[in-house]
């Protein structure tokens, strides 16, 4: 049997965003209920594509569409915990990136969940995958592991 690799730490992620989370998010067992987290994933990842100014949401001719997501979790999370969702990319194709995001609860080095996030990148007309623009190319690599 093979051994699990160990859980990213807060260091291995090179931008991070802030997401409190609400109310609605806990589920009947007191804590955030799984869906949530893949919320907290899109979040992460398009609030930075905004904030480096390659993502127009509304009147972008290329925008990216989720593909492939994944998810494992660690540790609890519960309203009202405010978390840190860390972003990092793993891989850029030609019209494909892959990000690898981790959630932790505030200040703490412990991840709560990690997963991947896949977007695939199409014309907004055709839904056709496009090369990835040069923007978005540049904002990837600036959180690119290597």
């Not at 979040?43 to 100014?53: D, K, R, S």
């Not at 978390?83 to 981790?102: D, F, H, K, L, N």
Request: proline share 4%; aromatic share 12%; net charge negative.
């Amino acid at each position: 049997m093979s051994e699990r690799a160990p859980d990213p730490s807060r260091a291995d992620y090179r931008h991070f965003q802030v997401i409190h989370t609400r109310w609605m998010d806990n589920d009947v067992y007191g804590h955030v209920n799984n869906v949530q987290y893949y919320s907290y994933f899109d979040t992460a990842v398009n609030q930075y594509l905004i904030e480096a100014g390659c993502l127009d949401f509304r009147d972008g001719t290329v925008v990216g569409l989720v593909v492939e997501t994944g998810c494992s979790y660690r540790r609890s999370l519960a309203f009202p915990d405010v978390v840190e969702v860390g972003v990092r990319v793993a891989r850029i194709g030609s019209s494909s990136v892959t990000y690898e995001v981790g959630v932790f609860k505030q200040g703490e080095d412990a991840v709560c969940a990690f997963g991947r996030f896949v977007h695939v990148y199409v014309d907004r007309s055709t839904n056709r995958p496009v090369p990835i623009p040069d923007a978005a190319r540049r904002a990837m690599e600036a959180i690119q592991i290597t």
